[in-house]
């Protein structure tokens, strides 16, 4: 799923038209919503699993297969992506819909952290690799993608980012997914004892 395309997917779900605030002219707060697949404990269990399953996939599998060092290259992605998005917010220091009625609030100083959203960028990160691994073979890996998008569109209903912000983080997320994909060994790996690299499920 391009940027583009899940632009029009989260402007579409937000129920507005492309009219409103921000750096693209559609940033609006939404109605807050706290309740059903939209709870904020949802959303951390969305995003704790998939925390778990790269960390409990990479070491169980390893290095040395295909699948394992897709599992690998997600964590890198996720560190990258932490880390990027862990700087933009400090620089920009953006104020949350929860803070502010206008998404023009940008460079507001401390505890200022809309832009971009780490969640996204985190989820997009995690399942970006298994889509550039695996996507043209096996198509319904698409639907990984599914994912940020649910959690960009809770976040929103969360009111803690705009929808600027959460675009950023599924850009910011993919292309940590991709350099990841691309990079020829994964970094953490490379740094981890050899029972790791060659994967616990080989041990047993």
Request: glycine share 12%; proline share 4%.
């Amino acid at each position: 799923m391009c940027v583009v395309g899940f632009a029009a997917i989260v402007a579409a779900a937000s129920g507005s038209a492309w009219s409103g605030g921000g750096p693209l002219g559609i940033d609006h707060k939404l109605m807050y919503d706290n309740s059903g697949i939209w709870a904020r404990s949802v959303q951390h269990g969305v995003l704790y699993t998939l925390v778990g399953g790269e960390v409990v996939g990479a070491v169980w599998e390893g290095g040395e297969t295909r699948l394992g060092k897709t599992f690998w290259e997600s964590i890198d992605a996720s560190l990258i992506g932490a880390a990027s998005s862990e700087a933009l917010k400090r620089v920009f220091t953006r104020a949350r819909p929860d803070q502010t009625d206008s998404p023009n609030d940008w460079f507001q100083g401390s505890r200022r952290e809309s832009f971009p959203s780490g969640e996204v960028t985190a989820v997009s990160a995690i399942v970006a690799p298994f889509v550039f691994t695996y996507g043209s073979e096996y198509p319904a890996i698409y639907l990984l993608e599914l994912l940020p998008l649910y959690d960009a569109i809770a976040r929103m209903k969360a009111q803690a980012h705009w929808q600027t912000d959460v675009l950023a983080g599924y850009a910011l997320g993919t292309g940590a997914g991709y350099f990841a994909n691309k990079h020829y060994n994964p970094f953490v790996l490379s740094i981890m004892p050899h029972s790791v690299v060659v994967g616990l499920r080989r041990q047993w």
